[in-house]
């Protein structure tokens, strides 16, 4: 299992980024994927989840409305759509998947969000 993101970088306040996982190794179409951020100094949060087929999604209170999360089976990809960025969005955001017991994650993407 191999998970790859992108898309991270600084960003003014109120900016919008997006931010790619790419999944290998596994069959991406049957499994529900997450993103987490973990902040320095603070441990690592769950910010969004999407159901396989992308019928279900879940947010942490602290991104409802601003962070959309999506996913592209044919390219074996999940999107995190982050808007109206806030600094205390600053974070190593990383993708993951649960699969058979197991939890994979990414290398982790840094988003930056300051003036």
């Known amino acids: 299992v191999q998970l790859v993101e992108s898309g991270g970088g600084l960003v003014q306040p109120g900016g919008s980024l997006r931010l790619s996982c790419v999944g290998s190794?596994?069959?991406?179409?049957?499994?529900?994927m997450s993103w987490y951020r973990q902040a320095p100094g603070k441990v690592r949060e769950p910010v969004a989840r999407?159901?396989?087929?992308?019928?279900?999604?879940n947010y942490a209170d602290s991104v409802k409305g601003r962070f959309t999360i999506s996913r592209d089976n044919a390219k074996n990809t999940v999107y995190l759509q982050m808007n109206s960025l806030k600094p205390e969005d600053t974070a190593v955001y990383s993708c993951?998947?649960?699969?058979?017991?197991?939890?994979?994650w990414g290398q982790g993407t840094q988003v930056t969000v300051s003036s």
């Open positions: 999407i159901g396989s087929t992308a019928a279900s999604t």
């Open positions: 993951n998947a649960y699969i058979r017991g197991s939890h994979y």
């Open positions: 190794g596994f069959t991406f179409s049957t499994y529900g």
